[in-house]
């Protein structure tokens, strides 16, 4: 069957069906391929990174090696630097102090790791939205379709099985067409959703590393003390402030 007689013999919802479907399918494949070549880059960069945090022992060695990377790990680890420099308290002293510094550390770490899990989760709801409309879409245009058939032969002086089985056909193709639409859709939810839950195993081992090597950083209070690096300052904005990935 062709499917472009929809578009010919069909009214303005049926079509009306079928393109909102079609802008579905198209946007499900285009955020597909975006965070697919997002995610390849993603995790090239983040094996760098997370090597870069595992050979570091001092705060400064941190700052340095990180300077111009923007992929998460290196998001949390200038989080983590930069709750030690905004920490009003003192960074060594009595077990109080520590304790203060770390909440201090924990809570600017988290607030990075929400962030980069809110971007790294974009698009999801595009498929978890098209995966369950778009079935019930299709199988709207097929009752409008056969209900618009079956007006049709009430008027027609005499019933053929050609004359039904061609317009029931044409509507029945609304329901192929959202089950098209909407099983890629669910296909890419759960692969990516895997592939979020694996990626979010290892930002909470970059996140307990940063935390670990500033906590037992004996120069931690010297190397805050020093003038900040504005080479580094670039790098953490874009970090936080780029258009989320989807």
């Known amino acids: ?66 300077t111009d990377r923007n992929d998460p790990p290196a998001a949390l680890a200038r989080a983590g630097l930069q709750a030690v420099r905004d920490h009003r308290g003192p960074l060594d002293g009595d077990a109080q102090a520590r304790q203060r510094l770390d909440d201090a550390l924990i809570r600017g770490i988290r607030q990075a790791l929400d962030r980069q899990e809110s971007r790294i989760q974009a698009g999801q709801l595009l498929f978890a939205t098209v995966g369950s409309l778009a079935p019930f879409v299709g199988l ?3 009752v409008w379709g056969i209900y618009g058939a079956l007006i049709d032969l009430s008027s ?32 890419f939810f759960n692969l990516f959703n895997r592939s979020h839950r694996l990626y979010r195993q290892t930002l909470d081992a970059a ?22 690096r504005t080479a580094a300052q670039p790098a953490s904005i874009a970090s936080d402030s780029r258009p989320a990935e989807v």
């Open 140 to 142: 709207f245009g097929t």
């Open 156 to 187: 027609a002086e005499s019933v053929s099985m050609s004359l039904v089985a061609g317009p029931l056909g044409e509507a029945l193709v609304a329901t192929a067409a959202g089950l098209a639409a909407a099983i890629p859709a669910v296909l």
């Open 1 to 66: 069957m062709d499917v472009f007689l929809v578009f010919d013999h069909g009214d303005g919802v049926l079509v009306g069906v079928f393109i909102t479907l079609l802008i579905m399918s198209l946007a499900t494949w285009t955020v597909a391929a975006t965070k697919l070549f997002a995610l390849i880059q993603r995790r090239r960069a983040t094996r760098h990174s997370m090597a870069a945090i595992a050979h570091s022992d001092r705060a400064a060695e941190l700052e340095s090696r990180l």
């Open 207 to 228: 996140a307990h590393d940063v935390h670990s090597l500033l906590m037992h950083d004996p120069s931690l209070a010297e190397w805050a003390r020093q003038p900040h």
